[in-house]
């Protein structure tokens, strides 16, 4: 059983940082891409950023140059570091990862989501 534990949330001042991590765990052969998304309340599902096994990045243009995402291969952790937050980054962020349980089992996993709410 595969599980991603977000963690890091929570409330803070326009200009402010938090830092997300999520944790893979479980039956983990290898993890292939893990990235951020977000959600607010009548809107779609929106990637934030995204990176590789190998470290390659990709963001949200309305985050670049803020937020920056790092993983830790040996503790299969992705980490969201977010600077000059701004009210328009208040959502729902959820981590994913797409994970290989064995040489030919691979799927998408999703975390339960942790709320950042950005005070203005």
């Known amino acids: 059983q595969v599980q991603l534990v977000e963690s890091g949330g929570g409330l803070v001042q326009a200009g402010g940082s938090l830092r997300l991590s999520c944790a893979a765990t479980?039956?983990?052969?290898?993890?292939?891409?893990m990235g951020w998304y977000r959600q607010t309340p009548g809107k779609q599902r929106e990637l934030v950023a995204v990176?590789?096994?190998?470290?390659?990045?990709n963001y949200a243009d309305s985050v670049k140059g803020r937020f920056t995402i790092s993983r830790d291969n040996a503790k299969n952790t992705v980490y969201l570091q977010m600077n000059n937050l701004k009210p328009e980054d208040t959502a729902v962020y959820c981590c994913n990862a797409d994970i290989l349980t064995s040489y030919v089992v691979r799927r998408d996993y999703w975390g339960q989501g942790t709320q950042v709410t950005v005070s203005s």
């Open positions: 479980g039956n983990i052969f290898s993890i292939n891409h």
């Open positions: 990176i590789t096994s190998g470290g390659l990045t």
